[in-house]
C-alpha cells in the first residue's frame, strides 16, 4: 500500500467515524500517558502490515496515541525489534535519573 493510498484512506468518511469510536472506546485518553488526547492524535495501527491497513472491524487492534506518543512508539519499535532487551536498558536509565534527581 502506498503512502497516498494510506492517506486518502484516512480521509475517508468510514475511518474518520472508526477514529471516533475508537476514541470515544479508550475514554479519549492516550493509551500510554495516560493524558487526555490533544488536538493533532493518532489511531495507531496495532497491524501495521500494509494488507490489514484498511481493516477497521475491531477497536481492539488500534490505539489513540498522542502525537509525541505516536512518534515514541514508533521509534521504541524498531529497536526493540532488533534488541528486546532495550527496554530494560531504559528502565535502569530512568531509575538512575530518579536517583539522581532525588538527592
Known sequence: MTQKQKTDFRM???WKKFRILCKKAHNYIDF?????LGKHWHLHH????????????????FMPLNSET???VHWLYRLWL???AVLERICILLERM???NND
Open 46 to 61: 496495532l497491524d501495521m502490515r500494509d494488507e490489514h491497513y484498511t481493516n477497521i472491524t475491531d477497536v481492539e487492534r
Open 82 to 84: 532488533k534488541d528486546p
Open 98 to 100: 530518579k536517583a539522581c
Open 70 to 72: 505516536h512518534d515514541f
Open 32 to 36: 500510554v500517558t495516560r493524558q487526555v
Open 12 to 14: 475517508s468518511p468510514a
